[in-house]
């Protein structure tokens, strides 16, 4: 299967970022290349970006489709090593930054990721690096039921996470649980039925348990404040969020940056305080009709923009 992945909200990122000619740039989340490729051109041969994935098939596929660029090189890494991959390529401060946080449609989509609950005879993986011997697998066998609703409750929100785990640990005491459908059955049969009408009664729990095996929320608030940290006066970091709990983070670090003092105005500052980045958008971005018609996965997208003072 090719690796494509639709560049949400392209046009509205490149505006956020303010790609300078002969600018640093990292494209944290490389996917398809689509951002990058964009960035790419408006440095128009000048300037460096730097981009990193943890999937194979996006590094390869990225890989190729930039080759005609000379200033552009691909990492295969987490994007919260920023710092290390920064200083492996002796870039000290950078002039912008993008991440984008989603899944890529190509690992939805193809039916040996395990990404995916509308396949049925796939086994639970759910690896965004497939070198890492962890997946869907080990959490749904391995976790016990109190660690499993902690983690279907938290970071899949999902109000019956109790009924989900105790079925999971019920089922698997017969035999293994291997597939994505048998986890879908059990999903489905955990939630009454009134409450499965607007959404796919296995969304929520497969969001959480793909948080959990690529551990997409920790250390999201440290990169954000280590790019920063990086970006030269004026620098802008754009972040695409796709759930309410990374933009829950994304949003708290980017307030927390962009205010200043926080003491009794009565008095002389003693926290010494200052902003550090301006929030260039106050309200998140979302996507426009023209892209909702083209990728209904954009709906849940949000853009946030910050710039260096």
């Keep these: 299967m090719k690796f494509s992945h639709y560049s949400v909200m392209l046009e509205e990122c ?11 740039y990292f494209d944290g989340t490389l996917g398809g290349g689509g951002h990058s490729e964009a960035i790419l051109k408006r440095l128009d041969g ?11 098939d996006a590094i390869l596929s990225a890989t190729e489709r930039l080759s005609k660029f000379s200033n552009f090189k691909a990492v295969k890494s987490n994007f919260k090593n920023f710092k290390a991959v920064a200083d492996e390529l002796g870039i000290d401060c950078i002039d912008g930054a993008i991440l984008d946080l989603g899944v890529s449609s190509y690992q939805l989509d193809n039916r040996e990721r395990g990404f995916s609950y509308m396949s049925r005879e796939t086994r639970l993986d759910m690896r965004m690096d497939r070198s890492s011997g ?13 660690k499993l609703k902690f983690i279907i409750s938290c970071y899949g929100e999902e109000k019956f996470a109790g009924n989900i785990a105790k079925n999971i ?15 879908v059955d059990i999903c489905d049969r955990s939630i009454p039925y009134k409450f499965k ?24 608030d440290t990169v954000l404040k280590d790019i920063v940290d990086r970006l030269k006066k004026g620098g802008r970091l754009a972040v695409i969020t796709f759930h309410s709990l990374e933009d ?3 949003k708290t670090i980017f307030k927390e940056l962009s205010q200043g003092c926080d003491c009794d105005k009565r008095y002389p500052c003693v926290c010494g305080k200052k902003e550090i980045v301006r929030e260039v958008n106050k309200k998140p971005i979302v996507a426009s009709d023209n892209e909702l018609s083209a990728n ?8 946030r923009v910050v710039e260096k003072l």
């Design 169 to 183: 640990v019920e089922t698997r005491k017969i035999k293994p649980i291997e597939t994505t459908g048998e986890l």
């Design 46 to 56: 000048e300037g460096f970006l730097f981009s990193t994935d943890l999937d194979d």
């Design 248 to 250: 829950r983070i994304v």
């Design 134 to 146: 962890f997946s869907a697998y080990e959490v749904v066998n391995g976790y016990d039921e109190k």
């Design 296 to 303: 209904s996965r954009s709906k849940s997208a949000k853009l």
């Design 14 to 24: 490149m505006d956020g970022l303010s790609v300078k000619k002969g600018g640093t």
């Design 197 to 220: 009408r607007d959404t796919h009664p296995a969304k929520k729990t497969f969001q959480a348990i793909r948080i959990e095996v690529n551990g997409e929320l920790s250390g999201l």
